[in-house]
């Protein structure tokens, strides 16, 4: 996993003025109380005193960019304009089949296919995950972000973020197998658009790695898409003091730290489920052994059964011809 605060949201490199918003900070924690035995605090930092400050760390939930939770934060300034975000990821997965051969068999499985994707749009209503095939990666940016702001948002800038890029190259570049895909990309985006009656400029990291799976023959095609959207990272300053509350932001976001207990924790529950899942890894391919030892073993029986059956058949041919 990428660490937690990497990139919490864009830190924009301003002299830092005197400001009259840090005159007087609080701190604030953000508390795991689903993750452990107890309540543990898993991020604090400081803030304007009239700031207001909400977050959790969520476990409970079908599916998002983060494997086993999601840290949420917002920060916001009393009158709106001036904030940040972390937001949970989003998945999109899409599964589609198609049979050649009978119709009747066709059909049939085909209608079991769809069926399976009816349940999944079912179970995962409400969440962050997604049932729909992407066949334009901008639909990521388009649906997830774009729709969520005001009418007339505009899209200022758009920028690489090579650091993300780069570790997605390290996970899914190379060489790619017959019938695989693996697509990602990672950028900044400035947008501007009203807020409380006067327009702000928000920067959103935005990120996102696509694992397709193809195969085409006359009598059978199959597409598997996995899209991960990872966790939206963002902030927003009012237009017309956007420098001033920047430099804000830079102050706050060097006041944020995990708690290194709580990192622990987190730590030590990876390595768990880790030698979980490599233990059951080595078990099934102990059965799957045991299983084909099984097989060869009745094989041989059935073998030497054969075997004798000619045999015996040899024998008393043998007889007969005495």
Same mark, same amino acid.
Not at 2 to 17: D, G, M, S
Not at 221 to 248: C, F, G, H, K
């Given at each position: 996993?990428?660490?937690?605060l990497?990139?919490?949201? %864009?830190?924009i490199?301003?002299? $830092?003025?005197? $400001?009259?918003?840090?005159?007087q900070? =609080?701190?604030f &924690? ?25 977050g959790?760390?969520? *476990?409970? =939930?079908?599916?998002? %960019?983060?494997?086993?939770?999601? @840290? ?15 937001m ?6 899409? /599964? ?9 068999? %066709?059909?049939?499985?085909q209608?079991?296919?769809? %069926?399976?994707m ?15 095939? +992407?066949?334009?990666?901008?639909? @990521? ?10 009418? /007339?948002?505009?899209? $200022? ?11 997605y ?13 693996? @697509?990602?990309?990672?950028?900044? #985006?400035?947008?501007?658009?009203? @807020? ?11 990120? *996102? ?22 966790? $939206?990272?963002?902030? *927003?300053?009012?237009? &017309? ?19 290194? &207990? ?5 730590? &030590? ?9 490599r ?6 391919? !102990? ?5 084909? =030892? !099984? ?5 041989? =029986?059935?073998?030497?059964? #054969? +075997?004798?059956? +000619? ?10 011809? !005495?």
């Amino acid at each position: 996993m990428r660490p937690i605060l990497t990139a919490v949201f %864009a830190l924009i490199a301003l002299p $830092l003025a005197t $400001l009259g918003a840090w005159a007087q900070t =609080k701190t604030f &924690e953000i508390y795991d109380k689903q993750g452990f035995d107890r309540p543990i605090v898993a991020m604090s930092g400081q803030v304007p005193q009239d700031w207001t400050v909400t977050g959790e760390v969520v *476990w409970a =939930k079908p599916c998002s %960019a983060n494997e086993f939770f999601e @840290l949420i934060v917002t920060a916001v300034a009393p009158d709106g304009r001036t904030g940040f975000r972390m937001m949970p990821g989003h998945q999109i997965i899409w /599964g589609e089949t198609r049979f050649g051969g009978d119709p009747y068999t %066709a059909q049939l499985m085909q209608a079991q296919a769809e %069926a399976q994707m009816n349940e999944m749009r079912t179970k995962f209503r409400n969440s962050n995950c997604h049932v729909a095939r +992407i066949t334009d990666p901008e639909q @990521l940016f388009q649906v997830l972000v774009l729709q969520n702001r005001p009418a /007339g948002t505009q899209v $200022l800038a758009r920028r690489p973020n090579e650091a993300v890029r780069n570790s997605y190259a390290q996970l899914a570049g190379g060489p790619q197998v017959p019938g695989t895909r693996n @697509l990602y990309d990672a950028y900044e #985006v400035d947008m501007r658009y009203p @807020l409380n009656g006067a327009p702000v400029i928000e920067t959103l990291h935005f990120s *996102w790695i696509m694992f397709s799976t193809e195969m085409n023959d006359p009598s059978f095609y199959m597409l598997n898409q996995t899209t991960i959207v990872d966790s $939206l990272r963002l902030d *927003w300053v009012p237009e &017309e003091r956007a420098q001033q509350q920047r430099a804000l932001l830079t102050q706050i976001g060097q006041t944020l730290k995990i708690n290194p &207990e709580w990192q622990s924790r987190i730590t &030590e529950f990876q390595r768990k489920i880790s030698d979980t899942r490599r233990r059951t890894n080595e078990q099934i391919q !102990d059965d799957s052994f045991d299983a084909w =030892k !099984d097989r060869w073993k009745r094989d041989d =029986k059935i073998h030497k059964r #054969v +075997i004798d059956s +000619i045999w015996e058949r040899d024998d008393d041919d043998d007889d007969d011809d !005495d």
